[in-house]
């Protein structure tokens, strides 16, 4: 069973292409999407599937898809068969990438209790009780959005190109702001998985999961449990084989 999995991001367009549940491979794409979707797939697909944290792109998608393949794509929300149970008051507010990264820590990890670290355009932290209860999390600015601020909000401040930096103490400005985003921001992932774990799990194992595009700016932090980088489509790819389980 052949399926093409795509996640809408803020920045870009996440695809894969799974052979049962096994990932055959994955791009991130920002231009030329039909062509390189069409790439990627390499001819026909059995199942298609994605979800999206930008509402308005969702039926563009959708309709290039059935366009490129000539099938509607399965469109992953809140209201989707999905096999959680959302603790949030108001599910529909839950990210759909939320959601589907569940979905797949669900897939690797089953029956363990997980925090996904999703470092993106913003920074998530999502909860996920063994028994498949979502729990919630935290959301703060991702590491670009810092850069940005700084370079928006001050007289003097350049913006600078991300990356990690050798030292702590920077000896001139640009590694300066790049020493206190990147470990600034490990410092408060760290912090809000030590609190939300207490709090949510006590004393039980955890699996601490990191993903997202930004992630490998914290390889070497020694936050997470595993790094998953394509977390997201092994999500989709669960839901897309859950539908067709229950057709």
């Not at 729990?135 to 909000?153: F, H, K, T, Y």
């Not at 913006?159 to 590694?175: F, I, M, N, Q």
């Not at 490998?216 to 067709?244: P, Y």
Request: aromatic residues 4%; proline residues 4%; positive net charge.
């Amino acid at each position: 069973m052949k399926t093409l999995v795509l996640e809408q991001g803020n920045s870009t367009l996440f695809a894969g292409v799974f052979r049962d549940d096994k990932l055959m491979r994955s791009a991130r794409i920002t231009k030329n999407v039909s062509a390189e979707i069409d790439r990627l797939a390499r001819g026909k697909v059995d199942r298609i599937a994605l979800c999206s944290v930008v509402p308005k792109q969702t039926p563009l998608l959708a309709s290039l898809i059935k366009k490129l393949f000539g099938s509607a794509p399965l469109v992953l929300t809140s209201k989707s068969d999905h096999g959680l149970q959302v603790a949030y008051e108001q599910p529909a507010k839950l990210g759909d990438d939320r959601l589907a990264n569940s979905i797949g820590a669900q897939k690797l990890y089953p029956n363990k209790n997980v925090i996904v670290v999703d470092c993106g355009s913003a920074t998530t932290l999502t909860l996920l009780h063994r028994d498949g209860a979502l729990l919630g999390g935290s959301i703060l600015p991702g590491v670009a959005m810092w850069s940005e601020i700084l370079n928006q909000r001050t007289a003097r401040l350049p913006a600078v190109s991300l990356s990690s930096p050798d030292k702590v103490v920077g000896r001139d400005t640009d590694p300066a702001i790049r020493s206190g985003i990147i470990h600034g921001h490990a410092g408060a992932i760290r912090e809000l998985i030590s609190k939300s774990r207490v709090e949510a799990f006590g004393r039980r194992p955890v699996v601490v999961i990191g993903t997202g595009g930004q992630v490998t700016h914290f390889k070497e932090q020694s936050l997470f449990t595993h790094i998953e980088n394509e977390l997201i489509l092994h999500g989709l790819q669960a839901f897309a084989s859950r539908k067709a389980s229950h057709a």
